[in-house]
């Protein structure tokens, strides 16, 4: 009895401690390569991120002051779409980037993957409006502290059912 309730604890907590895998390990692509890979490959500046609201499928958006489109056709001004994860790329201001984007229904897309590059300095800074994304000691740390409130609440429960049912035999 007391293995399978502690095997049980063990998967509870092992289930809710797990954190999502992160599939954005991958091997360095040659320009080439992510060329090729790319639906829309442009030269632009980073002019802001905005994060967008819980409800949307994706969590920010990254817009760009477009210098030269170098495969496919794109505006002026583009907006470059993440999921606010670790695969996102990450894009400062202050630089400008050749961006390697794929379109997913009308919507361009990159990742840490793509194969995007830091092209140099702009030469002009833009406005650029901040999100900040939590560090990853924090996730963790919320994560242990996930873990130790289960742990009590489960072993509180443990306790209290052994006092009943000590008391009922």
Known sequence: ?????FATMVLLLT???SDTALACNCFPLSAAESFKNADIVFEGELLGVTGLPPAS???LAYRFKVRKSVKGSVGNVVSVFGDGTECDSFFAPGFVYRVYANDVDGILTSGACSGNEILGAA???STFTSVSHPPYWQRFFLNIVEICGLGVLLGSGVFVWRRCV???T
């Open 123 to 125: 030469t002009a800074f």
């Open 166 to 168: 000590t008391k009922l």
């Open 1 to 5: 009895m007391r293995l399978a309730l």
């Open 15 to 17: 289930l809710l401690a």
């Open 57 to 59: 499928r994706f969590s």
